[in-house]
């Protein structure tokens, strides 16, 4: 019998030391509701508006970055905001931007967004199946890169692991941190 991979130094660092900071990006009412099971799609909607305008900037950021990260990350793939758009059925320019995104200048700071923000793709499939269960049409977003999402975060762990020198782990868990702070600002924001 084969023993599991070992997870990577950086994912593990990641994980333990960006966890209070994951947990309070979900002390949301989207995600309250979710908990409770009471999930409706007015709450959706606002979350998703949210999330839109994090996403955008950050997205943005992503494609500028693209030559330096090259083509294995697979950037354009790796573009999500639109599917939002097409959730809500409205023009970006009726949704809020987030003014006070986490700084993205260095290619650490980009890797901890990332871990982010692809993570996010595990658990919205999570929550692509609770929105179902409640008849919530507003999942696009959520299913994230559809059957290929696994595959796809695997693949951004290996290039994580990849990139992630002695010299750049420090910084790319605290952007990490920097990410989740402000994407929880961000959401709690009227």
Known sequence: MTSPPAIPPILARLRAETRPYHDAVEQNEFNQALAAGTPSAAATARFLA???????????????????????????????????????????????????????????????????LEGSTLGGQVLARQLAKAD?????????????????????CQLLAQAATPDREDAIVQSAIHTFQHLAAWLARP
């Open 50 to 116: 949210k999330m839109y305008g994090f996403l955008q900037p950050y997205e943005t950021q992503l494609r500028h970055r693209a030559e330096e990260l090259g083509p294995a990350w697979e950037i354009a793939e790796r573009q999500r905001a639109h599917l939002i758009l097409a959730d809500l059925g409205v023009p970006a320019e009726q949704l809020p931007v987030c003014p006070d995104m986490p700084p993205l200048a260095t290619l650490p700071q980009l890797l901890g967004a990332m871990y982010v």
């Open 136 to 156: 919530i049409d507003l999942r696009r977003y959520f299913t994230g890169y559809g059957e290929r999402t696994g595959a796809r975060w695997k693949v951004f």
